[in-house]
């Protein structure tokens, strides 16, 4: 409920040609997998909400199996401007091109 109320405030804010929203990121995650013995980033359930100004492509649900977390880390660092960096940890090597509009 916290989150929808967010969503629902943020959309509700004109910013430009859109919405508040629109021109932001809101990313809910756990900071764990599906593991609960460890701390594993992999099969991580990631909400991202709003486009970050038209970046992602919204509105989808993507299953994107053998994605790293840290590639989801650089393509929102892309998304944020800073297209210089090629890397994020020593796993996130690739913008997750499905996400982009």
Same mark, same amino acid.
């Given at each position: 409920?916290?989150?929808?109320?967010?969503?629902?405030?943020? *959309? /509700?804010?004109? %910013?430009? %040609?859109?919405?508040?929203?629109?021109? #932001?990121? +809101?990313?809910?995650?756990?900071?764990?997998?599906?593991?609960?013995?460890?701390?594993?980033?992999?099969?991580?359930? +990631? +909400?991202?909400?709003? #486009?970050?100004?038209?970046?992602?492509?919204?509105?989808?649900?993507?299953?994107?199996?053998? /994605? !790293?977390?840290? *590639?989801?880390?650089?393509?929102?660092? !892309? /998304?944020?401007?800073?297209?210089? +960096?090629?890397?994020?940890?020593?796993?996130?090597? /690739?913008?997750?091109?499905?996400?982009?509009?």
């Amino acid at each position: 409920q916290m989150l929808a109320s967010l969503l629902e405030r943020l *959309d /509700a804010i004109p %910013d430009g %040609d859109g919405t508040l929203l629109d021109n #932001s990121l +809101v990313v809910w995650t756990s900071e764990l997998g599906l593991h609960p013995h460890t701390h594993s980033k992999s099969n991580m359930g +990631v +909400v991202l909400a709003g #486009s970050a100004g038209g970046y992602f492509s919204t509105g989808r649900f993507l299953n994107l199996a053998g /994605a !790293h977390y840290h *590639d989801l880390l650089l393509t929102i660092a !892309h /998304a944020m401007g800073l297209t210089d +960096v090629s890397s994020f940890g020593d796993d996130g090597t /690739a913008v997750l091109d499905a996400l982009l509009a």
